[in-house]
């Protein structure tokens, strides 16, 4: 989906490099996520953010930690990568309708995904 | 506790044959349940959600859900299967609206079409 950005598409790193992946979104959506895909094990939650003010650890957030820089932009770093961060990564949007004072809904708009290794 | 299970990890058809992808949850809310495809080198699109509404839901590309509170079930079914149709398959089960917060994602169904 073209509302939803990451960059890279895919990154290949060393052990012990700070790596940075970015997420944008056009949809104006206020909640962002981000999630790891390993095979057989589905998506598991990192960090998300219901605003540009909260960020909320997910069931995987150890070595990982996020920035949500502006409402359009949430970014996901690894300060230290390690061979087992090796995934793909999602980062998703999803709109809590709280700014037309109507019911949102948890509906997520996944961007296309980043192909990360760590050798 | 939240969680969601995919009963099949890989579900083979055969073209224009009925296709039924199981999930099983457990939720202490009243949970929001998806499915979502995955086709290959793709991310996420969503084909249906139940949000306490009918329990019976139609989502694109002639899939439906039934929601089964009894069973704690909302497995997928398509009547007939197209080629298109192979990919993952993902429920998932979410709570944001409890102190909880949480968004559970199944481990996947791969989802094969055999001519």
């Known amino acids: 989906d073209a509302d939803v950005t990451q960059t890279p598409r895919n990154r290949i790193t060393k052990t012990g490099k700070r790596i940075m992946l970015e997420c944008s979104q056009t949809k104006g959506h206020d909640r962002m996520y981000w999630y790891r895909q390993d095979p057989g094990l589905g998506l598991r939650l990192i960090y998300y953010s219901f605003d540009v003010k909260d960020i909320n650890k997910g069931e995987i957030s150890d070595g990982y930690s996020v920035s949500r820089q502006a409402q359009a932009k949430f970014s996901l770093s690894l300060e230290s990568a390690i061979p087992n961060q090796t995934a793909l990564y999602f980062c998703?949007?999803?709109?809590?309708?709280?700014?037309?004072?109507?019911?949102?809904?948890?509906?997520?708009?996944f961007g296309p995904g980043t192909r990360l290794t760590v050798l | 506790a939240q969680s969601v299970t995919q009963l099949d990890s890989h579900v083979s058809v055969s073209e224009g044959t009925p296709v039924l992808l199981r999930c099983n949850y457990s939720s202490s809310y009243s949970p929001s349940l998806f499915w979502y495809v995955q086709h290959p080198n793709k991310g996420l699109q969503l084909l249906l959600k139940y949000t306490s509404a009918a329990t019976l839901v139609k989502g694109i590309n002639g899939f439906e859900a039934e929601f089964k509170k009894s069973e704690t079930s909302f497995h997928l079914t398509k009547p007939s299967a197209h080629m298109s149709d192979a990919a993952e398959y993902f429920c998932?089960?979410?709570?944001?609206?409890?102190?909880?917060?949480?968004?559970?994602f199944g481990s996947g169904t791969r989802l094969s079409i055999r001519p």
């Open positions: 998703a949007t999803s709109d809590s309708g709280r700014d037309r004072a109507s019911q949102g809904t948890d509906t997520q708009y």
């Open positions: 998932v089960v979410s709570d944001l609206a409890s102190s909880a917060s949480k968004i559970i």
